[in-house]
């Protein structure tokens, strides 16, 4: 059986003479968290509402755990859970019959399930208040809840943490990474918390303009290329900028600190170069670099800046 939940091939989407997707092509594996990145516009809901079949796909395909969007829609979109944009409920009703009202639709689901959803969410003890007492936190955790219930194999989540506290995100981070790695799920999450995705993902496919323009394992796209950042603070920075150049190294100025980009291992043979050219080392550290940092720098390049 294939290890593959979810497989988009060369999907484009065009609204009358714009092409808003430009050939995206991607895999999602059971039991991984994959992070969908990308600034405003870029195409991150586009590209999710035509996996989940609200939107429909100019060219291309794409497979849920198999089956087709395109061809067998019925068969592919049973086995998926989403939240696009804002989960909607009725605010009329309480918690608890919003997700009753959705359990008619699936068949199958117990008492017992609704219960062990709501437990999951942390929902317990406002479950039976109406809706339009929800605060926006608690919405999102309805909307997830509504999601699992019918146990699928491929989650979606459009911003999930979307209006939770950081005790709120936490847990949906951790509740997430388990439904990865216990249940073999295959999870989607688009976000514009970096820091979040950072912890919550495996891997990130980063979406610009339509396109997609990277996709790595979080740990390889923080620190591609096997080289390191360092911070130095050292007296004459001329010349140790001059040394950096002679060694055809990648670095830059900024508050006075030299920063640069070395191998882990070169490190003690250039602080020696500059000790040899009597140049003052009061400071040697590593820099870092977050999801946030990669993801500037990667759009940056894009987009010709």
Known sequence: MSDVAVKLTNVCKDIGTKEIIKDVSF???????????GPNGAGKTTTIRMMVGLMSITSGDIHIDGASIKTDYEKAVRQVGAIVENPEMYKFLTGYQNLKQYARMMPGITAERLDEVIELV???GRIKEKVKTYSLGMRQRLGIAQALL?????????????GLDPAGI???????RSLAREEGMAIVVSSHLLSEMELMCDRVGIIQKGELIDIQSIRDFINDGGKTLYQLECEPVEEAMALMREMDMTHNLAEGKLQAEIDRAAVPLFIKSLVEKEIAVFEVK????????????KTSQERGV
């Open 27 to 37: 895999e999602v594996y059971k039991g991984e968290v994959f992070g969908f990145l």
């Open 122 to 124: 942390g929902l317990t």
């Open 150 to 162: 019918h146990k699928p194999k491929v989650l979606i989540l459009d911003e999930p943490t979307n």
């Open 170 to 176: 936490r847990e949906i981070r951790d509740y997430l």
């Open 286 to 297: 590593e820099v870092t670099k977050t999801l946030e940092d990669k993801f500037l720098e």
